[in-house]
């Protein structure tokens, strides 16, 4: 439960990625605005609410802490109107109010709007519970804003009484429809079996490279050096336009110049969120693309290698320690002993029960790194890279016969034959495989349900 726990964290991240991007653009983009007569609200808290929805409290925190950042520094230039440099620390007078209503106010309606949809989860109908929240997420908005006004700011005269005084107007019910729309739509799609499917896929590929730093250091150096690059651009087009504009005569002001700075910067955050939502996409194509490739060389009860995979690895495997040294280890023949008997007395779903259970102790035998796949019917074979003393395997091996006797039908328990061969410095997998089989063979011929290991 706790690895699958984490794989959904793993996808989370990219979803909660999306939905910051999402903010940022909609924020430094007229997607934020929403304008139709009767109608003219802003619906920049709609990943706020999405966040909500569809991960949880600390995630729709993230994302409205960022909607706050947008909102003070779009406040902070001198051509915003008076009414809205409240929400500057530079223009407001008041600092610290000005950062808890741009900030503060949009983190507390995230972390409001997260812990609202959790408990809505334990409604049924769950759809009835999620659109009620989303019905009344934008005065929740509101609410918490004209509050943060109304404390620091009186002489605006704004208070939480202009949000219950049109809380049930044309225009409000109107764009709080909307809301529900849009996020019942959404978290409705992340309900479906194709997505639920595509997830599983995502999750799976992304547990198998959790262990590669090297994305991890990749990825951060990228984004490194595109802030860098991004900070240089805005830098250079600011220069140009101040060239051009004195070319043909016109003298910008030090306040026109920060002013003409301040909308390059949220082009560019535009621009660079757009960036990341493709960028978001084509990762996650790849990933899902990769498991597809790997789920095509996996056998599809057993969830191991199938047997021309299987023989791809070893070689990759081999060919690999040999580079670095002598190649040491085992290539391991596994066979489920009367196999035939099972399917017989007990039907095929009985006899892929067993086969589920043999492979997946194995697996956990002997570990991840070794190379497990089904060459057929009850036949398993493994390679095993590693030094590992004749003793330690047999442990090994006993450990593992003990668990296969644990696979019962009424009075009866399933037994193994088992034929080990170390790994030879010169010998192909065809040629390993050949061997362990004839230990295999030997192993049945002694009595089955026991082990050879060769020389």
């Given amino acids: 439960m706790r690895h699958l726990s984490a794989q959904r964290r793993l996808t989370d991240r990219y979803v909660l990625g999306a939905l910051l991007a999402i903010e940022l653009l909609m924020s430094f983009s007229f997607l934020g605005y929403f304008h139709v007569e009767p109608i003219s609200v802003t619906i920049a808290y709609l990943p706020v609410l999405l966040a909500g929805a569809l991960l949880g409290p600390m995630e729709a925190t993230a994302v409205g802490t960022v909607f706050g950042l947008t909102s003070m520094w779009k406040a902070s230039a001198s051509y915003v109107m008076p009414s809205d440099q409240m929400f500057s620390p530079l223009f407001s007078g008041d600092p610290l109010g000005s950062l808890v209503l741009s900030v503060g106010s949009r983190a507390l309606f995230g972390l409001l709007s997260g812990l609202l949809y959790a408990g809505a989860r334990r409604l049924r109908p769950l759809a009835l519970g999620v659109g009620a929240v989303s019905f009344f997420g934008r005065q929740i908005h509101s609410l918490l804003v004209y509050s943060a006004m109304a404390l620091f ?180 023949m596994v066979d489920l002993d009367r196999f035939k008997e099972v399917n017989d007395q007990y039907g095929h779903p009985e006899g892929d029960r067993a086969l589920k259970a043999v492979a997946q102790c194995l697996k956990e035998t002997l570990g991840e790194q070794c190379v497990i796949g089904r060459m057929g019917g009850d036949e398993f074979a493994a390679l095993l890279c590693a030094e590992l003393p004749t003793e330690e395997l047999e442990v090994a091996l006993r450990h593992f016969l003990t668990r296969v006797h644990r696979i019962t039908w009424g009075d009866q328990h399933l037994t193994c034959s088992i034929g080990a061969l170390p790994i030879g410095p010169e010998l192909s997998p065809e040629e390993l495989y050949q061997r362990a089989d004839r230990l295999l063979y030997a192993a049945k011929e002694q009595g089955r349900d026991r082990y050879v290991i060769g020389t």
């Avoid at 809301?179 to 194709?194: C, D, F, R």
């Avoid at 910008?252 to 757009?274: E, K, P």
């Avoid at 939502?277 to 899902?288: E, P």
């Avoid at 995979?309 to 070689?315: I, K, L, N, V």
Wanted: hydrophobic share 50%; proline share 2%; net charge positive.
């Fill in 153 to 332: 700011f009186p002489e605006a005269g704004y208070g939480p009484g202009i949000v219950f005084a049109q809380v049930f107007s044309k225009s409000d019910v109107l764009a709080n429809c909307g809301t529900v729309a849009v996020v019942l739509l959404i978290w409705g799609a992340s309900q479906t079996q194709p997505w639920i499917r595509f997830r599983q896929k995502l999750e799976r590929s992304l547990s198998m490279h959790t262990g590669e730093w090297y994305r991890r250091l990749t990825i951060a150096v990228m984004a490194a050096v595109t802030l860098a690059a991004a900070f240089a651009v805005t830098v250079y087009f600011v220069h140009r336009i101040d060239y051009v504009l004195s070319g043909r005569g016109i003298d910008i002001s030090g306040t026109s110049y920060a002013d003409i700075f301040h909308l390059q910067v949220q082009f560019l955050f535009g621009i660079m969120s757009l960036m990341a939502l493709m960028v978001l996409f084509l990762v996650l194509n790849r990933h899902y693309n990769s498991y597809m490739a790997y789920e095509g060389k996996i056998d599809f009860l057993t969830s191991v290698m199938t047997r021309r995979a299987f023989f791809s690895a070893c070689g990759r495997a081999l060919r690999s320690a040999r580079n670095q040294a002598a190649p040491s280890g085992y290539f391991i």
